[in-house]
């Protein structure tokens, strides 16, 4: 299903930059490819062992659920730097998933 979604966005972008500026089905056609990025990323986000970061992520979506381990998570060069106190970052870029294992965010590295 989040291929659907993402596919409809694509479109629905992709139809939006063809329009002339001051058409409303423009913005209307933005604000929907959003919401179903947003859609897509929050469904990723909600399995709370396990997220795989994607490049149609929007940013904050791994921030939360960093966040909801007690981590931190800020976008890098190529991805994120998660940390937590003085333990070693993790970084972790598109295609990598993280795991939570009940007491730390580890990282499986895409293959």
């Not at 979604?5 to 058409?23: C, F, H």
Request: proline fraction near 6%; aromatic fraction near 8%.
């Amino acid at each position: 299903m989040s291929g659907t979604l993402l596919d409809l966005a694509r479109d629905y972008e992709g139809e939006a930059s063809g329009l002339p500026v001051w058409k409303r089905d423009r913005r209307a056609l933005l604000r929907s490819a959003r919401l179903f990025r947003r859609m897509v990323g929050n469904r990723e986000a909600a399995d709370p062992g396990r997220i795989t970061i994607t490049w149609t992520m929007f940013i904050d979506i791994p921030q939360r659920w960093c966040l909801r381990h007690g981590y931190r998570a800020v976008p890098g060069p190529d991805g994120y730097i998660i940390r937590r106190g003085d333990e070693t970052p993790i970084l972790a870029g598109p295609g990598d998933t993280l795991l939570w294992d009940g007491e730390r965010i580890t990282l499986a590295r895409k293959r």
